[in-house]
T-cell receptor, first 113, second 113 residues
Framework: DVKVTQSSRYLVKRTGEKVFLECVQD?????MFWYRQDPGLGLRLIYF???????EKGDIPEGYSVSREKKERFSLILESASTNQTSMYLC????????????FGSGTRLTVV | DQQVKQNSPSLSVQEGRISILNCDYT??????FLWYKKYPAEGPTFLIS?????DKNEDGRFTVFLNKSAKHLSLHIVPSQPGDSAVYFC????????????FGTGTRLKVLA
């Protein structure tokens, strides 16, 4: 089975901290994505990457950056965490085709206090 | 500007009856659509897809209908089971580009035993 693993299920961080969310997939997928899920807003795309060292901004990139040094790993970085970044963060991966869509990780519930 | 809309935030259905979840989109370039199911504290899981060359796709108890002229799709679950209680997201992808999906805001389905 395709597996997307997010390193933490729950995180609590302080305002102003630099936060790293890690995501690893084991199926050699080209594309990787970071979404956040908030009540009433659905899933919103933060950043995505279609190749190693390639990245593109999604719909809400402000306050975030990403890193993809290896094909299987895609990291989301909160440069200076703020309370409005408290959310569920979901990583996903996919092939460079649309069949089957994305495979998601289990999510990281981040609370910024 | 919400390109994919799920106007019903929640839906309750009796066990054994049909559940119908609706999704509308505005972008005529969308030509591939997915439905995902999400349980609390888990990542979304792929349920069913449909291409714009079809108007119906079935997989067991799940059927997705696409009405291109109305820019509307629906997911039918028959018969509904308590284990179907979850949040359902529809997602759409344009015919070109990097296969990025735009998600709706989700509908919480509750199947009553």
């Amino acid at each position: 089975d395709v597996k997307v693993t997010q390193s933490s299920r729950y995180l609590v961080k302080r305002t102003g901290e630099k936060v790293f969310l890690e995501c690893v997939q084991d199926m050699d997928h080209e594309n990787m994505f970071w979404y956040r899920q908030d009540p009433g807003l659905g899933l919103r795309l933060i950043y995505f990457s279609y190749d190693v060292k390639m990245k593109e901004k999604g719909d809400i990139p402000e306050g975030y950056s990403v890193s993809r040094e290896k094909k299987e790993r895609f990291s989301l970085i909160l440069e200076s965490a703020s309370t409005n970044q408290t959310s569920m963060y979901l990583c996903a991966s996919s092939l460079s085709s649309r069949v089957g869509g994305y495979t998601f990780g289990s999510g990281t519930r981040l609370t910024v206090v | 500007d919400q390109q994919v809309k799920q106007n019903s935030p929640s839906l309750s259905v009796q066990e054994g009856r049909i559940s119908i979840l609706n999704c509308d989109y505005t972008n005529s370039m969308f030509d591939y659509f997915l439905w995902y199911k999400k349980y609390p504290a888990e990542g979304p899981t792929f349920l069913i897809s449909i291409s714009s060359i079809k108007d119906k796709n079935e997989d067991g108890r799940f059927t997705v209908f696409l009405n291109k002229s109305a820019k509307h799709l629906s997911l039918h679950i028959v018969p509904s089971q308590p284990g179907d209680s979850a949040v359902y997201f529809c997602a759409a992808s344009p015919s070109s580009g990097t296969y990025k999906y735009i998600f709706g805001t989700g509908t919480r389905l509750k199947v009553l035993a």
